[in-house]
T-cell receptor, first 108, second 112 residues
Framework: SQQGEEDPQALSIQEGENATMNCSYK?????LQWYRQNSGRGLVHLIL?????REKHSGRLRVTLDTSKKSSSLLITASRAADTASYFC????????FGTGTRLTIIP | EAQVTQNPRYLITVTGKKLTVTCSQN?????MSWYRQDPGLGLRQIYY???????DKGDVPEGYKVSRKEKRNFPLILESPSPNQTSLYFC???????????FGPGTRLTVT
């Protein structure tokens, strides 16, 4: 399987703290995407980073990409209760592969 | 409203009874795909389609069939469902493979 690994599997932090989750993948990529899923619902696209980019920002989100290590990280700053969700990375060209996900809980 | 729809949203069926889960998108997207989501395993791709009449296997295609006769529709067919196909299924579409994927709301399937 080419499924990527994410760590940690679960993360609980206090509201206002920063949350960092990591994704490792196995094959070369054109881009890598991050998605959020609230409790068994459909996934929502957060951000896409291309293979020639090292860092990208979107609001409170910061994504980094290290193609030499085949890894990416998602940082959520100043977390809020509404950020409680599962987060997945997605990579691939035609056949797409999700990471195993990080379940983030924000404690009010 | 741009969206991906799936039907049914919930289905309980018995082993061996053929079923079809429909997926439709109104965004004229070329790429469509199906995933199953199981606890601890994340989402795994079942099949994908680059365009009409073009389909390919994902990571877990066994026990599933798909067809892409029209650009907007990509049904998932379980010819003889088994209990190990109990799962949460998602359909997704995108303009191409390198862009944002738009997901349907999911279909929760239980096979007894």
């Amino acid at each position: 399987s080419q499924q990527g690994e994410e760590d940690p599997q679960a993360l609980s932090i206090q509201e206002g703290e920063n949350a960092t989750m990591n994704c490792s993948y196995k094959t070369s990529i054109n881009n890598l995407q991050w998605y959020r899923q609230n409790s068994g619902r459909g996934l929502v696209h957060l951000i896409l980073i291309r293979s020639n980019e090292r860092e990208k920002h979107s609001g409170r989100l910061r994504v980094t990409l290290d193609t030499s290590k085949k890894s990416s990280s998602l940082l959520i700053t100043a977390s809020r209760a509404a950020d409680t969700a599962s987060y997945f990375c997605l990579q691939g060209n035609e056949k797409l592969t999700f990471g195993t996900g990080t379940r983030l809980t924000i404690i009010p | 409203e741009a969206q991906v729809t799936q039907n049914p949203r919930y289905l309980i069926t018995v082993t061996g009874k053929k079923l079809t889960v429909t997926c439709s998108q109104n965004m004229n997207h070329e790429y469509m795909s199906w995933y199953r989501q199981d606890p601890g395993l994340g989402l795994r791709q079942i099949y994908y389609s680059m365009n009409v009449e073009v389909t390919d296997k994902g990571d877990v295609p066994e026990g599933y069939k798909v067809s892409r006769k029209e650009k907007r529709n990509f049904p998932l067919i379980l010819e003889s469902p088994s209990p190990n196909q109990t799962s949460l299924y998602f359909c997704a579409s995108s303009p191409g493979t390198v862009g944002e994927q738009y997901f349907g709301p999911g279909t929760r399937l239980t096979v007894t």
